[in-house]
C-alpha cells in the first residue's frame, strides 16, 4: 500500500544507482517516521518535510530516523497548514485519510506537482485520491480502490480518542415520518465498498451504525447526520426481505437521500471506485464519474 502510494506520486521509478535530482516532498503525518525513511531513500534528506500535529510523535519519529542514518526535517504542526517554508514541493503525501482536500497543500505545490492522500467520508473509510496540480490553485485527479487510513486529526481534536459512532436516534418533540421500503439496507451498509464510496460521496454528512441488540428490531440500520440531528432507521424483521420498515425525522430525509443516490449508482451502470475523479479549484470540490461532465457531487 505503501508503495502504491508511493508510485502514484511519481517517486518509485529511480533507475538503480541514480539519483533522483530536485523533487521535493511534503509528508503529512509522520508517525515512527517509517515512511519518511524511504522517501530519504528515494529522494535525499534534504527533500524531504514531514509534518506531525503530536509532538511526542514528532520526537520519536526524529529519534528513529536518526538510528535508521535520516535526517528529513521534521516539523510539528497542523498538516491542514502544510508547512510553506520547504516549498513549493514537487509532491505532497498524507498518511492519514481526508474528507476534502485542504486547499494549502495545492497552493504549496508547483504546478504539475502530485497530491496523493487515503479517502474518507461519514459513511465509508475506503479509497486513496492522486491529484496532479494546474495552475491557479486547481488540482484534478481519480480515486483509487486502495487503502483505508486513520482520519486526519485537528488540534482541537487530539488526544481526544476514537470519534463517536452515529448516535441512536431518538424521538423529538414531533413524531418520525414512517413507512416502508424495498432497498435492503445491507445493499448501502453490508459491506459493499463501491456502493458505500458512492453513498459518502453523494450523502454528505451521513454516518451509520447496526444494532443487532434485538431492543427495536431483528437487525436495525441507523443513519445519521450530527450536524443537523435528522436520522433515520431501516428495520429487517428477521423474515421479510423484500421489505423494510422505515423512520425518518430532522431537516433531512436521509432514507430517501440515500435511496435516490443508490438508484443513481445503479443508473451509471453501478461504477467502482477507479472510475470516480476529484476536481478542486480553492474551496469549490465536485466529484465526478468518468469525467468531469458526469456530475455526482459538488460542495
Partial sequence: MVARMLLLAGLGDRPPGREIAGPRVMEMGAGTGFNAGLLCALLGDRQVTTVELDPVLAAGAEANLKAAGYAPRVVVG??????????????????????HVPPVWITQALHGGRIVTPWTSQWCRYGTLA????????????????????????PRTAG????????APAIGESAPERSSTTLS??????????????????????????????AHAHTRLEAADTTTGSWATVDY?????????????GPRRLWDEI??????????????????????????????????ATLVAAR
Avoid: K, N
Avoid at 490553485?137 to 482520519?151: D, L, P, V
Avoid at 424483521?237 to 425525522?249: C, E, L, Y
Fill in 185 to 214: 439496507p445491507w445493499a448501502v451498509a453490508g459491506g459493499d465498498l463501491d456502493a458505500e464510496f458512492h453513498i459518502g460521496l453523494a450523502v454528505p454528512g451521513a454516518s451509520f451504525a447496526w444494532d443487532t441488540s434485538g
Fill in 78 to 99: 497542523d498538516a491542514a497548514d502544510g508547512w510553506p517554508s520547504g516549498g513549493p514541493y514537487d509532491a505532497v503525501l498524507a498518511t492519514f485519510s481526508v474528507d
Fill in 131 to 154: 491529484l496532479t496540480v494546474g495552475r491557479q490553485g486547481r488540482a484534478e485527479g481519480r480515486f483509487h480502490s486502495f487503502a483505508s487510513f486513520m482520519q486526519m486529526t485537528r
Fill in 160 to 167: 481526544a480518542g476514537p470519534a463517536p459512532g452515529p448516535p
Fill in 259 to 292: 435511496t435516490a443516490e443508490y438508484q443513481g449508482w445503479e443508473q451509471l451502470g453501478r461504477p467502482d471506485i477507479d472510475r470516480y475523479g476529484l476536481s478542486s479549484a480553492g474551496r469549490a470540490t465536485t466529484v465526478w464519474v468518468d469525467s468531469p
Fill in 237 to 249: 424483521d428477521g423474515r421479510t426481505s423484500d421489505a423494510f420498515t422505515v423512520a425518518q425525522a
